[in-house]
């Protein structure tokens, strides 16, 4: 059964991931509405987020979603300030795959807070979710996000020409991490 509220993962002595809930939709808002600059060079929702209910129906969609498209979605929190978000996408139950997608606050970078949370988040897609492999795409110019899978021993697989539409209608090529379950 996957929960739908109210989960935490501890990253470490002071960072967690929080399943995401209604009232998170404020602090989701206020980061892209102060960083826009800073967030929209890689992240094309930013563009597209211009008041506050735009992010609620983020989080409403995310929350409402039907059982059989059901995701989790976590905010970062550090010392209990909201840093970022992550969670997975397009999961494949049969095919027992996801995607993970991420983003953090500007003041929140160079910490290793993202790498943690994504180590933390694939040893419950591999455990929990009993998932057999994690893809993480990563603009190939975003050198810091393509660290975080590098760091983590994922595979680079390839590189996806034109993957993603980037702020202002600029195709980027995305490289393309795959981490499957450690057999031991």
């Known amino acids: 059964m996957k929960d739908r509220t109210g989960m935490v993962i501890k990253v470490d002595s002071d960072t967690e991931l929080r399943q995401l809930e209604h009232s998170d939709a404020v602090d989701i808002f206020h980061a892209i509405d102060t ?3 800073y967030l929209g060079k890689w992240l094309p ?5 211009k008041e506050l209910s735009d992010s609620e129906k983020f989080v409403d969609m ?3 979603a039907p059982y059989d498209k059901f995701e989790y979605v976590f905010t970062i929190r550090k010392a209990g300030e909201f840093a970022g978000l992550i969670g997975f996408r397009d999961t494949d139950g049969f095919k027992r ?6 983003w953090l606050s ?3 970078q160079k910490q290793g807070i993202m790498t943690k949370s994504v180590a933390k988040l694939c040893d419950f897609a591999f455990k929990r979710l009993k998932l057999n492999m994690v893809i993480i795409r990563c603009a190939v110019g975003n050198t810091a996000s393509r660290k975080i899978p590098e760091r983590l021993g994922f595979d680079l697989s390839g ?3 034109q993957g993603e ?3 202002g209608g600029i195709y980027t090529n995305l490289a393309v991490y795959i981490k499957l379950f450690p057999n031991k």
């Open 35 to 37: 960083q826009r600059e």
């Open 45 to 49: 929702f930013v563009e597209f987020t």
């Open 62 to 64: 995310v929350i409402n």
């Open 97 to 102: 795959k996801t995607e993970i997608g991420y």
């Open 106 to 108: 500007e003041k929140y």
């Open 159 to 161: 590189i996806q020409p």
């Open 165 to 167: 539409v980037l702020t």
